[in-house]
C-alpha cells in the first residue's frame, strides 16, 4: 500500500465529506470534522503518473489508454479517499448501523484493490514484451516451459473474457511457488500472493479498442509488458534464499 498512497497530502479535503455525511450534523461529528484524520482514514491517496508515453505503445491506443488511466483508476483513487471520508464520519457516531457501516467497508475493499492493482498494471507496460532474467527461467522451471506458463496465463485471462476481472501472476509466500490467480474483481487476490504480473481483463481495459475479441488485446498487452519491471518485482521478494526453499 506504500506505493499507492499514503502520500499524506491528509486531512482539509476529507473534512467537508465527513460534515457532509449526514444532514443532522451532531456536535461529536463536527468536533470530529475539525480534527485532523487519523492515517487510516486520512483520504489522501494521490494518483500515479504513467511511466511511458501512452502513444508509444504496439496495439493499444493512447485514447484507450487514457481513458483507462483518467476515469478507471483515477476514479477510484477519488472514491477511495471519499470512502475514507465517509469511515471517519461514521465512527463520530456511536449509533451508525452496522449493515451500512459494512457497506462502505466492501467498497473500501473494492477501491483499495482496483487502486493497487491498477498501478501495477500500468507501471509494467512500455517494454517490449521480450522476456528475461531470473523470473523468466523461474517459470520455465516451475511450468515445464516459458510457454507453458503464458499459454495459462492467457487461458486464465480468457475465462474472463467478457466480464470482469483480473489474471495475477503471484509469488505466493505461503506456498513459496509462482503461480497463475482467476480473480473476478479487484478483491480477489489470492492469499498470501504477491503480485508481479496483473493483466485487467474488465471490458475497460479493451472494448475501445477490441470490441469483444479479448484474445487480441491478450497480444496487445504481452507485447507492451516491460519484464524488468516483473522481474524487478519478483526479485525484490525472494532475494532472501530462505524466501526461495521449497520452490
Ligand atoms: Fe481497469
Known amino acids: 500500500m506504500s506505493d499507492v498512497s499514503r502520500r499524506t497530502a491528509i486531512g482539509t ?8 455525511a449526514s444532514p443532522a450534523v451532531t456536535s461529536a461529528q463536527a468536533a470530529a470534522a475539525a480534527t485532523p484524520r487519523a492515517p487510516a482514514f486520512a483520504g489522501g491517496h494521490q494518483p500515479k503518473p504513467l511511466r511511458f508515453d501512452p502513444v508509444k505503445l504496439d496495439g493499444l491506443s493512447d485514447k484507450l489508454i487514457r481513458s483507462h488511466w483518467e476515469n478507471n483508476y483515477q476514479g477510484s483513487v477519488r472514491t477511495l479517499n471519499t470512502i475514507e471520508g465517509k469511515l471517519a464520519s461514521a ?5 451508525f448501523p452496522p449493515a451500512v457501516y459494512g457497506g462502505l467497508k466492501r467498497e473500501e475493499l473494492h477501491r483499495t484493490g482496483s487502486v493497487i492493482l491498477h498501478e501495477l498494471y500500468f507501471d509494467q507496460l512500455g517494454g517490449n514484451g521480450r522476456p528475461a532474467g531470473r523470473i523468466h527461467e523461474a517459470l520455465a522451471r516451475d511450468y515445464g516451459s516459458f510457454a507453458t506458463w ?18 495475477i501472476l503471484a509469488w505466493n509466500r505461503a506456498t513459496r511457488s509462482l503461480h497463475n490467480y482467476w480473480a473476478w ?21 479493451y472494448h475501445m479498442d477490441y470490441g469483444t475479441a479479448a484474445a487480441n488485446y491478450i497480444d496487445a498487452f504481452m507485447r507492451n509488458l516491460d519484464w524488468g519491471v516483473v522481474e524487478a518485482r519478483y526479485s525484490a521478494l525472494t ?8 520452490s
Open 91 to 95: 465512527m463520530s457516531e456511536p449509533d
Open 13 to 20: 479535503v476529507a473534512l467537508g465529506v465527513a460534515a457532509a
Open 150 to 167: 503464458e499459454a495459462e496465463f492467457r487461458r486464465t485471462a480468457m475465462s474472463l473474457a467478457g466480464g470482469s476481472g483480473w489474471t
Open 239 to 246: 532475494r532472501d534464499p530462505k524466501a526461495m526453499s521449497g
Open 185 to 205: 474483481d479487484h478483491t480477489n487476490s489470492p492469499v498470501s500472493g504477491e503480485p508481479l504480473l496483473v493483466l485487467d481483463m474488465y471490458e475497460h481495459a
